[in-house]
């Protein structure tokens, strides 16, 4: 078993374990010095997609699952990691049991760009299911997003 840091829609324990079902939740923390971004945006969901940056003054939630050899091959083909799109690096998450290193996804493009509206949606929705605080949910709510015209 190895940790994985989420932090986008993997956020989603009912997500996580419909894609990798043999990597339980383990618990939540933060990752202190990243912040929550988006780049990429001709790579699909009809705008920028979910990534993370560091940044000293910011913190994103993250939910750590004990992954499985297969389940993370099952996840790096659903993140586009088997073809470069998003990359893999370690990160320190604070958890109230203490620090731990997990591995999580970097987009591979440039920082930019507005998510859709859905995209937006279902990463606030991905959270709430993580059971992240309400005043992180409500800014993920508030972000800039463009509409698809659904």
Known sequence: ???????????DPARMSARCPHSP??????????????????????????TIVQDPLEQVFVAIYDV????????????????GLYRKTKVRVSTLA???VAWTYVLDAYEGGLPSALHLGVLADAAEAADAPADYVAALRRRPCRSTGL
């Open 1 to 11: 078993m190895t940790l994985y840091a989420a932090y986008g829609t993997n956020l």
């Open 25 to 50: 939740l383990r618990t939540t923390g933060w990752l202190t010095g990243w912040r929550l971004t988006f780049g990429g945006e001709e790579h699909g969901w009809d705008g920028a997609l979910s």
């Open 68 to 83: 499985t050899k297969d389940d993370v091959q099952l996840l790096d083909g659903w993140e586009s990691a088997d073809s």
């Open 98 to 100: 203490g620090e731990v």
